[in-house]
C-alpha cells in the first residue's frame, strides 16, 4: 500500500543547503518521490512512498526538533503520484514575492487558525463570514466552498496585484482557504499588513476540512498537484456534486488535461468526449490547426 503525506512548517532553517541533501539522501533510500522545497523560511512537500517508507521517514523527520509540530496529512497513494523525486532550495517555500522589507514572516504575523470543526460549526450557525480562497483560478474550477471569493490568482504572487480588489471586505470576518495550509500561513498575514482587521485561516487546509466533512460546503474534488489531478472524499455519495465543467462543451466534468499543442499547453478542464481519435485534447480550434499545420511541417 502507498501513502501520500502532504506537509510544511515555517520555521528558521540556517542552512538550506544541508536539509536539502539530508532530505535527497533520506527520500532516495526510502524509494519515494515526490516535491520538496526548502529556503530559510521552512519546508514544503508532498511525497508518496510504501507506506512503511513513509512512516520511517516521518520517524526521522519529526525527531528533528525542528519539525517536531508538523502538521502531516496523508491520504491513499497510487504508486506513481509523481514521476521523480525532486529536492530544490528556493527563496521562499510558498512564493508570494514581495518587495524586499515587506515578506511576511509567519511566525511573526498570520491569521488567527480555525478549526474544521469551528468553520463547520460557522456554517451551520450562518456566522458572518466571508472565505476568499488563495488558489489558483483552476484549481478553484474542480472544487470550492459555497459562496467563497476568488482573487484572480494565475499564481499565488498574484495577490499584490488583487488585494486591493479584495480591501472593500477588510472590515468583515475573513477566512482564507487552500490546499493544505502554507499559502494561508502567509496570505492571511498580508491582508492583516495590508489594513485587514479579523482575518482567519484555515487550519490544515481545504484537505483537513473534506477528510472530517466530506460532501458538506466544500462542493466538487480538490485540486492537486500530482498525477492524480483531483481527489475526493465519499464521492459516491448522493451529496458529491460535480462542479467543474468542461471548457469546450460545458458538460460537468473535472478532468484535467493540458493543450495538445505544447506550445500553448494551457492547463484546463476538458472530457473524454472532446478528446480526438488520438486522445488529444486542444484548448480552442485554432490551437489544433496551428499543431496540424506543425507537424505537417515537420514531416515535408
Known amino acids: 500500500m502507498y501513502t501520500i503525506i502532504l506537509f510544511y512548517k515555517y520555521v528558521t532553517v540556517e542552512d538550506p543547503d544541508k536539509l536539502k541533501e539530508d532530505q535527497l539522501i533520506l527520500c532516495k533510500k526510502l524509494n519515494l518521490?515526490?516535491?520538496?522545497?526548502i529556503s530559510k523560511e521552512?519546508?514544503?512537500?508532498?511525497?508518496?512512498?510504501?507506506t512503511k517508507d513513509i512512516d520511517q521517514y516521518l520517524e526521522n523527520l519529526l525527531a528533528d526538533s525542528r519539525f517536531t509540530k508538523t502538521h502531516i496529512k496523508k491520504s491513499i497513494g497510487t504508486g506513481s503520484a509523481f514521476p521523480r523525486l525532486s529536492v530544490k532550495v528556493r527563496k521562499e517555500i510558498v512564493s508570494l514575492q514581495l518587495e524586499s522589507g515587506k515578506d511576511i514572516n509567519p511566525n511573526e504575523l498570520t491569521g488567527k487558525k480555525l478549526k474544521p470543526e469551528e468553520l463547520h460549526s460557522w456554517y451551520q450557525n450562518n456566522e458572518d463570514f466571508l472565505?476568499?480562497?488563495?488558489?489558483?483560478?483552476?484549481?478553484?474550477?474542480?472544487g470550492h466552498f459555497k459562496d467563497s471569493v476568488l482573487p484572480s490568482l494565475n499564481n499565488f504572487r498574484d495577490l499584490k496585484r488583487e488585494v486591493n480588489k479584495l480591501k472593500k471586505y477588510k472590515d468583515k470576518k475573513i477566512l482564507t482557504v487552500c490546499t493544505g495550509g502554507v499559502r494561508c500561513e502567509k496570505a492571511s498575514g498580508y491582508l492583516l499588513s495590508e489594513g485587514f482587521k479579523d482575518v482567519y485561516q484555515l487550519d490544515g487546509g481545504i484537505v483537513s476540512y473534506m477528510e472530517k466533512y466530506p460532501n458538506k460546503n466544500f462542493l466538487g474534488k480538490l485540486y492537486v498537484f500530482d498525477n492524480r489531478k483531483v481527489m475526493g472524499f465519499d464521492t459516491m455519495s448522493q451529496d458529491h456534486q460535480v462542479i467543474g465543467r468542461c471548457e469546450l462543451c460545458k458538460k460537468p466534468s473535472d478532468y484535467y488535461v493540458n493543450c495538445a499543442n505544447l506550445m500553448c499547453h494551457k492547463h484546463f478542464i476538458g472530457c473524454i468526449s472532446c478528446e480526438d481519435k488520438k486522445g488529444e485534447t486542444y484548448c480552442s480550434l485554432i490551437c489544433k490547426i496551428k499543431n496540424i499545420l506543425k507537424r505537417k511541417q515537420l514531416i515535408k
Open 42 to 50: 521552512g519546508i514544503n512537500a508532498t511525497i508518496e512512498g510504501l
Open 131 to 142: 472565505i476568499v480562497d488563495m488558489r489558483n483560478t483552476y484549481e478553484f474550477k474542480s
Open 33 to 37: 518521490k515526490g516535491r520538496i522545497i
